[in-house]
Nanobody, 125 residues
Framework: QLQASGGGLVQTGGCLRLSCAASADIFSSYILGWFRQAPGKEREFVSAIKWRDNKKDYADFAKGRFTISRDAAKNTVYLQMNSLKPEDTAVYYC????????????????????WGQGTEVTVSS
């Protein structure tokens, strides 16, 4: 089970840090990702991290503004979001791509097996 938190209302240019805590051990073969869904739009990939080697991937809109990280001791993945824009307004979901062995990061939501409940981010102009 994944539990996302940290969303809220911020002004343009502000920052938020989202957290995603797992209730069970995250194995080294897992990939943890963040997706978002704005009203009326499809869910889109934001960022992901490979638990084993800390390799990361970012959507183009996230590069330079968002940073994904993990804390193995806390079974938690974070998404630090800086320089937020109104177009970042969405519900943000964390998800786990569960593998029995190491696999490459995928940006496809359909490849992620376990999803958290989402946390809402609103950026005011």
């Amino acid at each position: 089970q994944l539990q996302a938190s940290g969303g809220g209302l911020v002004q343009t240019g502000g920052c938020l840090r989202l957290s995603c805590a797992a209730s069970a051990d995250i194995f080294s073969s897992y990939i943890l990702g963040w997706f978002r869904q704005a009203p009326g739009k499809e869910r889109e990939f934001v960022s992901a991290i490979k638990w084993r080697d800390n390799k990361k991937d970012y959507a183009d809109f996230a590069k330079g503004r968002f940073t994904i990280s993990r804390d193995a001791a806390k079974n938690t993945v974070y998404l630090q979001m800086n320089s937020l824009k109104p177009e970042d307004t969405a519900v943000y979901y964390c998800a786990a791509d569960v593998h029995s062995r190491p696999a490459p990061i995928t940006r496809l939501a359909s490849e992620y097996d376990n999803w958290g409940q989402g946390t809402e981010v609103t950026v005011s102009s």
